[in-house]
C-alpha cells in the first residue's frame, strides 16, 4: 500500500506553469484502461507534481499484440510501485490529496479492473473522494492543462484503440460526430507493421508499429503503390481502416509471391508500402475533419472567432498527420492544438488533470465509491453522427503538401 510521506512539492516538470502552492487543489491519477499503468499527482494550475509509467510495450512486441490476461497480470505486478513513485516524486503525503482519479471506462475490461481495484483500496485507506474519467474525455480536455482553450472546441482523438470527432462543449458535454465503424487508425498500423515483419527490420526491432510505419514512410515513394481512400462516396465524418489494411495484406501477398519471399522476410519495398498506408490513413482523418470543421460552421457549434481543433490520442503523435491537419485548419480559419508525444499516449496526468477539470465543475466527486463499475465499452457524449450524415457536406479537394 502507498506510503504517506513529505510536504508539498516545489520543483515541477518542464511544461508545468509555475510553483505548486501546498493550499492548491491535488489530485492523483490513474490509468490501467490499456497496456500501460500510469500514474501523477497534478495541482489546478496544471503542475505535475509527480508522475510515472510502467510501459508493456516491449512485452507485447514480442507476443505479437496485446494479450488481456498479460496485461492484466503487468499491471497487477506494478501498479503499487508506479503510484508510489509518482507520489514520492510529488513530495506530497496522499493525506494532502483532494480526492483520487481513475480511469473506469473504456479500455480493456481486465485492465480497468486492477486500476480500480486498487484505487479502491487508497479511497478507503485514506478516505479521500473518488472521481471516475472517462478515459476518451481525459485525452480531448489534457490539452486545457497548457493552453487556454476555452470550450466549446473541435477534438479528433485517434489512438489504437479509438477514432472519432466530437465537439467538446464542457467538461462532460461531447457531440459525437463520427468515430470508426470498424478498427481504430493504431491498430491498423500497428496490424500492417506486423505483417510486413517490421519486428525483424534492423532499425525497427524495438518499435510500435505505428512508429516504425513512420519512421519508414519518411524513406519511401507512396506514390508506387495506389490505395483507396476509405469511405470516400459517404458523406459523413465515421471512419473505416479495416478494408486499407485487406487492400494492403492483398499488396503483400502479391509483392511477396513476385519476390519468392517468405512471410517474415523484409521486402524490398517496404518503406514505399509504408509510406502508401500512412498517407492514405492521414488523407481518410485529414478529409473527415476538414467535414467536421464545415458542419461546425454550418450549424454554428463553435465559435466564428479563433475556433480550435484540439487532435490527441497515441496516433496524434505522427508528425506526418500532425502535419495534414494543420494544411486543413490554416485553409478553414482553425487554430490546431496537439499536446507533446508524451502527453498523447495513456498516462496518468490526464487523469488527474480530467480530475481536477470535474472537481471544479463539480461533477462527479464521488464519496462512496462501491457502487462504481468499470466499463469496457463506453460512448462519448450524445451521438449527432445522423445529424453529420443528413447534411451530406461535400468536402472541397485539398492538397495535403506534407
Avoid at 72 to 93: C, F, R, T
Avoid at 218 to 245: I, V, W, Y
Avoid at 314 to 334: C, D, H, M, P, Q
Wanted: aromatic share 6%.
Amino acid at each position: 500500500m502507498v506510503r504517506a510521506q513529505g510536504v508539498c512539492a516545489r520543483a515541477v516538470y518542464g511544461w508545468a506553469r509555475g510553483a505548486a502552492q501546498c493550499s492548491a487543489r491535488l489530485v492523483l491519477g490513474i490509468d490501467t484502461s490499456c497496456d500501460d499503468t500510469g500514474a501523477a499527482v497534478v495541482d489546478e494550475t496544471g503542475n505535475i507534481l509527480g508522475e510515472a509509467l510502467h510501459s508493456q510495450k516491449g512485452t507485447h512486441l514480442k507476443a505479437g499484440g496485446i494479450i488481456p490476461t498479460v496485461a492484466q497480470k503487468l499491471h497487477k505486478e506494478h501498479i503499487e510501485n508506479v503510484v508510489q513513485e509518482a507520489i514520492d516524486k510529488s513530495g506530497v503525503s496522499p493525506t494532502e490529496l483532494t480526492a483520487i482519479a481513475t480511469t473506469i471506462k473504456p479500455g480493456l475490461a481486465l485492465s480497468l479492473k486492477v486500476g480500480l481495484e486498487y484505487s479502491i483500496k487508497l479511497i478507503e485507506q485514506y478516505k479521500k473522494p473518488f472521481i471516475p474519467i472517462h478515459h476518451m474525455e481525459a485525452h480531448a480536455l489534457t490539452v486545457r492543462m497548457l493552453h487556454m482553450v476555452e470550450f466549446p472546441f473541435l477534438v479528433l482523438l485517434v489512438s489504437g484503440g479509438h477514432s472519432l470527432l466530437a465537439v467538446a462543449r464542457g467538461v462532460s458535454d461531447f457531440l459525437l460526430l463520427g468515430q470508426t465503424l470498424d478498427e481504430a487508425p493504431g491498430d491498423t498500423l500497428d496490424k500492417v507493421a506486423r505483417r510486413l515483419s517490421l519486428k525483424n527490420h534492423p532499425a525497427c526491432h524495438t518499435m510500435s508499429g505505428g512508429e516504425a510505419i513512420e519512421y519508414l514512410a519518411k524513406m519511401g515513394n507512396r506514390m508506387q503503390f495506389e490505395l483507396t481512400q476509405p469511405m470516400s462516396q459517404h458523406l459523413d465524418c465515421d471512419f473505416s481502416f479495416a478494408g486499407l489494411r485487406n487492400q494492403v495484406n492483398q499488396i503483400i501477398i502479391k509483392k511477396e509471391r513476385e519476390e519468392g519471399f517468405q512471410m517474415g522476410q523484409i521486402l524490398p519495398c517496404v518503406n514505399d508500402i509504408a509510406a502508401a498506408v500512412q498517407h492514405t490513413v492521414t488523407a481518410h482523418l485529414a478529409k473527415r475533419t476538414h467535414r467536421a470543421i464545415l458542419f461546425c460552421k454550418k450549424e454554428g457549434l463553435l465559435p466564428q472567432s479563433n475556433p480550435a481543433l484540439v487532435v490527441s490520442g497515441g496516433v496524434a503523435s505522427n508528425e506526418y498527420i500532425r502535419k495534414a491537419l494543420s494544411i486543413v485548419t490554416e485553409a478553414n480559419g482553425f487554430s490546431l492544438y496537439c499536446p507533446p508525444p508524451k502527453l498523447c499516449t495513456d498516462n496518468g496526468i490526464m487523469i488527474a488533470w480530467n480530475g481536477i477539470e470535474r472537481l471544479r465543475a463539480g461533477i462527479d466527486v464521488i464519496h462512496n465509491p462501491k457502487g462504481i463499475r468499470y466499463e469496457p465499452k463506453a460512448p462519448l457524449g450524445i451521438d449527432f453522427s445522423e445529424r453529420v450524415k443528413i447534411a451530406a457536406l461535400k468536402v472541397p479537394y485539398l492538397k495535403l503538401k506534407t
